[in-house]
């Protein structure tokens, strides 16, 4: 039975209400930035395009089509995504008042490590090894906020070690001290990780519930 992991070695607790606001803060920032791009491409270029054409120009459509295109639809993925991603920032600031990051895990395995690097896949896994050799579950794991399409989806430095605020059985934030990237996890096989959540003492299983980590997220 794999325990919480509160209070395991860690080189130093960090602040968690400062980084529960600066989590907030770019995940906004995060979302008004890549809105507004996008916004700027699909009807600034539309804008721009027509009156360039009545000026006489109108092989500009063929150099704006693109941006416009790309515009639109980097708009419409975000518009998708905006429920999963407020979804995730919601549980993680649950957590965040819940949980102190003061758990170190300085080792990091990317399950799926050589198939993410060659795109994006549909789920990042990893396990956790602390300095004792104890080892999580698989986690699955999604970056908080998540990253651009045409970027790397691990958060950088990860395989250096994580801050963990959270109980893995139930589900935890994860802080990349390297980047300074957080990211959401908890088990990727909910069903066979039940056992644990059902011998948690009744002040975890509260604490948990308290920061919404009784239900599957991710």
Known sequence: MLENTQGAHAPGTLDTIALRRKLT????????????IYAIMAFGGTSLGADLTRAGLSWVFIVMGPCVFIGIMGLLYSLKSIPIAILVTRSCRKTLAQYSFDAFWPQITKVDAAEATRGRPKKMTITLLGADGQESPLMRMDPVPPSVAWRKPWPEGIENGVYVAGDLPFGAVGYVPASGTFFLMQPDDWDTTAHDRRLATPDRATRAQDAGLTRRII
């Open 25 to 36: 803060g770019r995940a906004w920032w995060v979302a008004v930035r890549n809105g507004g």
